[in-house]
């Protein structure tokens, strides 16, 4: 059964850091993993897709890497703005489901 | 513009009474899924449609149950809701179930059960 870990659980960072979120899972047999952003009661917003063929994606200010050998994945955010203070949750696609990890709560102190 | 829909936002309901969430897409996706969010936990799928086949493999429990009468439209009911049933419930569509294709999720429906 495959488990998707996220660490930190929670992380407060003033504007302009750099900061990097860590997700892990333990099955190596994964089609591709995508990084959501959920703000507070709201729905899920897919930020990064990398499929398991791929080592990175980029987007704006965001950059997600895969390790599928060590089960491994990172968000990188660059430049860190108030506006990213939400939640950040990571998900596996395997078979026919996404398994998501428990998200990091990010807030960005201005 | 919006291109998966779910209403109600916000629902309260009796403990045992039933309660329909309803889901709606503009994207013609084949796939509907839902998930339950419990409050600070990791969403947990509940089920799918692939078209119109109905696939329970994450074994939902019978009190969920789900209907998609045509492509766009996907119901989720709760038989009788428990206090546990408390939850934010989420839609999304994908357009193929395979590797190369991304979920579109709904803002979601908070649901409390009294």
């Known amino acids: 059964k495959q488990e998707v870990t996220q660490i930190p659980a929670a992380l407060s960072v003033p504007e302009g850091e750099n900061l990097v979120l860590n997700c892990s899972f333990t099955d190596s047999a994964i089609y591709n993993l995508q990084w959501f952003r959920q703000d507070h009661g709201k729905g899920l917003t897919s930020l990064l897709l990398?499929?398991?063929?791929?080592r990175e994606q980029t987007s704006g200010r965001l950059n997600a890497s895969l390790d599928k050998s060590s089960g491994r994945s990172t968000l990188y955010i660059a430049a860190s703005q108030p506006g990213d203070s939400a939640t950040y949750l990571c998900?596996?696609?395997?078979?026919?489901?996404?398994?998501f990890g428990g998200g990091t709560r990010l807030m960005v102190k201005p | 513009d919006a291109m998966v829909i779910q209403n109600p936002r916000y629902q309260v309901t009796q403990f045992g009474k039933p309660v329909t969430l309803s889901c709606s897409q503009t994207?013609?996706?084949?796939?509907m899924y839902w998930y339950q969010q419990k409050s600070s936990q990791a969403p947990k799928l509940l089920f799918h449609?692939?078209?119109?086949?109905?696939?329970n493999e994450a074994d939902t429990p019978d009190n969920f149950q789900s209907r998609r009468p045509n492509t766009s439209f996907c119901f989720l009911d709760i038989r009788s809701p428990g206090l546990g049933d408390t939850a934010m419930y989420l839609c999304?569509?994908?357009?193929?179930?395979?590797?190369?294709?991304?979920?579109?999720f709904g803002p979601g429906t908070r649901l409390l059960v009294l």
């Open positions: 990398i499929q398991s063929s791929q």
């Open positions: 998900a596996v696609h395997a078979g026919n489901m996404l398994t």
């Open positions: 994207l013609n996706h084949n796939v």
């Open positions: 449609y692939y078209d119109k086949d109905f696939n």
């Open positions: 999304a569509t994908s357009k193929r179930r395979d590797s190369q294709e991304t979920q579109y």
